[in-house]
């Protein structure tokens, strides 16, 4: 597949959590366009399962959709931070646990269209309480929601962010299939 020639680059905002830059492109039949990138560092997104078959949930609001979403625990991996350490911290920051034990599920680009943003995807089990607190972290809710309830939470709109029913499917009908004897 012919890729586009990046022509100019040009940021036009830095903030806090992303940077926004405009390329100048040539694509591969030889027009020239832009393409508006948002620049966002890598993250994690974690499914947490608990010892009662429980995922554990997050509910906050989301000020770019103006309503509070039901998702799977997720945050940015710090400068230098392995990914897996960055589960650990974010599960202690938003859910107040530790996990014993951390399998990765894979990874996925969140928005590849604008966004460079990638994300890490774990399972977190055997968990033992080890609050760490945030100061980004005061208004998430902590939601247990038993396994066999996430498809329907999943069809009927009650989880709808990208990043958590992409985690859920995979750790559904991925993980589980491969992990459970046959019947």
Do not use: W
């Not at 945050?75 to 960055?86: F, K, M």
């Not at 990043?163 to 009908?173: D, E, N």
């Amino acid at each position: 597949m012919a890729e586009e020639k990046t022509l100019s680059s040009k940021f036009i905002f830095e903030g806090r959590a992303i940077r926004v830059r405009v390329d100048t492109v040539k694509t591969p039949s030889g027009r020239k366009t832009t393409r508006e990138i948002v620049e966002h560092g890598d993250c994690v997104a974690i499914v947490t399962v608990d010892k009662n078959d429980n995922v554990l949930m997050v509910s906050q609001f989301r000020k770019p959709v103006e309503r509070e979403l039901l998702e799977i625990p997720a945050g940015g991996i710090l400068s230098g931070e392995d990914p897996e350490a960055a589960v650990c911290r974010e599960l202690r920051e938003e859910i107040g646990y530790l996990p014993k034990k951390v399998e990765p599920l894979g990874g996925f680009y969140s928005s590849p269209g604008y966004s460079s943003e990638y994300l890490y995807l774990y399972l977190a089990t055997d968990l033992a309480p080890s609050q760490l607190y945030a100061e980004d972290t005061g208004e998430i809710g902590l939601v247990r929601v038993p396994v066999s309830e996430i498809p329907a939470l999943i069809s009927s709109g009650k989880i709808c962010d990208a990043k958590s029913i992409a985690g859920l499917l995979i750790y559904l009908f991925v993980y589980r299939n491969q992990t459970r004897p046959a019947s």
